[in-house]
């Protein structure tokens, strides 16, 4: 399962995330949300916070997994 | 065209329009969800938006990737300088944040007189 997959792409980037969801937005299996939150993206601009999201997902990204994403990414303090 | 060509008309287009849009479809025609949640944001704020389908030609997409390193579409740029995708460009909005950077780098009265246009950087003409 795509979804399976990303979880497991995001938990080896964000380990220990307070919070981490990916959801099937529409059951097709390509159109996710993706939700973190993490200390790797405290004090960081948004811009940045998502690149490190885009960069955890890049092969999904890449090889056509993901036709849309979207994210939400939340800073612990 | 040559990828050189293409990809010296996506920086051109970054560096002397004031917001861009790289999205999927036309302003009347929006082909994405995505591209459309941003449109709408940059509208709300008031924003003289370029738009760049870039559906014609899938190396528009593949130049802008690399010219920016932001994987996926649509992107927003004001004055060069990338300020996200959808869903950043929406949470700016939301949070009236969207509003300052356009003030903070196209000067207070930027939404006086805003238009929306449309450039085409497979044939390099503008609407």
Redesign the interface.
């Known amino acids: 399962m795509a979804v399976d997959r990303l979880e497991s792409l995001l938990r080896d980037a964000f380990p220990n995330a307070p919070e981490l969801r990916v959801e099937d937005r529409t059951g097709g299996g390509d159109h996710f949300q993706v939700t973190v939150e993490s200390q790797r993206f405290d004090g960081l601009p ?2 940045e916070q ?2 490190l999201v ?1 960069d955890a997902l ?1 092969e999904p ?2 090889d056509g997994t993901i036709h ?5 990414t939340r800073e612990t303090t | 065209m040559s990828e050189n060509e293409l990809s010296g008309r996506i920086k051109d287009v970054i560096e002397n329009e004031q917001v861009v849009l790289f999205m999927k479809g036309t302003p009347q025609f929006v082909m994405c969800g995505n591209s459309g949640r941003a449109l709408e944001a940059l509208r709300a704020a008031g924003a003289p938006v370029t738009t760049v389908d870039i559906l014609p030609d899938p190396s528009i997409r593949q130049e802008l990737a690399e010219l920016s390193g932001w994987p996926t579409i649509p992107q927003v740029f004001v004055k060069g300088e990338l300020v996200g995708g959808a869903d950043i460009t929406q949470e700016l909005a939301e949070t009236g944040e969207l509003r300052s950077i356009l003030e903070e780098k196209l000067g207070a009265g930027y939404s006086d007189g805003a238009e929306e246009r449309v450039v085409d950087v497979v044939s390099g003409t503008r609407v």
């Open positions: 948004l811009l998502h690149r885009n890049a990204l890449r849309e994403l979207r994210i939400k």
